[in-house]
């Protein structure tokens, strides 16, 4: 059976007791076995809409249900829990996603496994690092502890692509806007970067009018993994955020 993790968020409500339900119907659910969840991490909130702080978590199972077959019962949870979706980022009392199916890789219009965006989350790894650090990532070909390590190796080294449009003082003003909001991170320009020496595993698309560019390198290879496309400033602060940010553990029982 394919092992699968589950990542969790929410921070509308009780987000633990709710954390400790889903767990519940998931160890109910036929098709699932040996469900394993995480403690809850406290994360900041990512993006302004986004409301207080979070609790997030994660799950991990086996089980011989189809992929979509487990997206559409995590949405009927989240259904029964009030989630609404009215706004993008928004507050949210229960959020599912899909991290992992096994070694599959699943491109369709309604799921996308391995979860594009879970390489560079802070808040999806750290959960999963304590019940699944040692499970490959189906693309990037490292475990996940690997990949949350990369994001403590400060500084982080980020590459910040050129774009012929813009002038280099507006590029200037973005590299000096991004640096005072996240220290932690060390910007450089793209033909600056040294491929070996960048830590994030990945690329973000060019941004529309900006032209800032994640990339990154596995131990052994470039990893040239399309991601959606970034188009505002405010969503390479959500990058940048996820990527920096210390999700804080609690006990089980905190709330």
């Given at each position: 059976?394919p092992?699968?993790?589950v990542a969790?968020?929410?921070?509308i409500?009780?987000?633990a007791?709710?954390?400790?339900q889903v767990?519940q119907?998931?160890?109910?659910?036929?098709?699932i076995?040996?469900?394993?969840?995480?403690?809850?991490?406290q994360?900041?909130?990512?993006?302004?809409?986004?409301?207080n702080?979070?609790?997030?978590g994660?799950y991990r199972f086996e089980?011989t249900l189809?992929?979509?077959v487990?997206?559409n019962?995590?949405?009927?949870i989240?259904?029964?829990?009030?989630?609404?979706r009215s706004?993008?980022?928004g507050?949210?009392?229960i959020?599912l996603?899909?991290v992992?199916?096994?070694?599959?890789?699943?491109?369709?219009?309604?799921?996308?496994v391995?979860?594009p965006?879970?390489w560079y989350?802070?808040?999806?790894?750290?959960?999963?690092?304590?019940i699944?650090?040692?499970?490959?990532?189906?693309?990037?070909?490292?475990?996940?502890r690997?990949l949350?390590e990369?994001l403590l190796?400060?500084?982080?080294?980020v590459s910040l692509?050129p774009l012929a449009?813009?002038?280099?003082?507006k590029?200037s003003?973005?590299?000096?806007?991004?640096q005072?909001?996240?220290p932690?991170v060390?910007?450089m320009?793209?033909s600056?970067?040294?491929?070996a020496d960048l830590?994030?595993a990945?690329?973000?698309?060019a941004?529309e009018t900006?032209g800032?560019?994640?990339?990154?390198?596995?131990s052994?290879r470039?990893?040239?993994t399309a991601?959606?496309p970034?188009?505002?400033?405010?969503e390479v602060r959500?990058?940048l955020l996820?990527?920096t940010?210390?999700?804080?553990?609690l006990?089980?029982?905190?709330?």
């Amino acid at each position: 059976m394919p092992t699968c993790c589950v990542a969790a968020g929410g921070n509308i409500g009780n987000v633990a007791a709710t954390f400790r339900q889903v767990w519940q119907i998931l160890e109910q659910t036929p098709g699932i076995d040996g469900v394993i969840a995480s403690r809850p991490y406290q994360t900041l909130p990512v993006g302004e809409n986004a409301g207080n702080v979070f609790l997030n978590g994660a799950y991990r199972f086996e089980s011989t249900l189809p992929a979509t077959v487990i997206l559409n019962h995590l949405r009927m949870i989240e259904e029964q829990f009030g989630r609404s979706r009215s706004l993008a980022w928004g507050p949210r009392t229960i959020d599912l996603d899909l991290v992992i199916y096994g070694e599959d890789v699943i491109q369709l219009p309604q799921l996308s496994v391995p979860h594009p965006a879970a390489w560079y989350r802070r808040f999806v790894l750290d959960p999963m690092v304590e019940i699944a650090g040692e499970l490959v990532h189906p693309v990037h070909r490292v475990t996940f502890r690997r990949l949350q390590e990369r994001l403590l190796e400060l500084p982080l080294k980020v590459s910040l692509g050129p774009l012929a449009e813009e002038s280099e003082d507006k590029l200037s003003d973005l590299r000096w806007q991004l640096q005072q909001e996240f220290p932690q991170v060390q910007l450089m320009e793209l033909s600056e970067a040294s491929t070996a020496d960048l830590i994030m595993a990945g690329r973000i698309d060019a941004l529309e009018t900006l032209g800032a560019r994640l990339i990154g390198t596995t131990s052994t290879r470039l990893v040239d993994t399309a991601l959606r496309p970034v188009r505002t400033l405010a969503e390479v602060r959500h990058v940048l955020l996820s990527a920096t940010d210390s999700p804080q553990p609690l006990e089980p029982g905190c709330e």
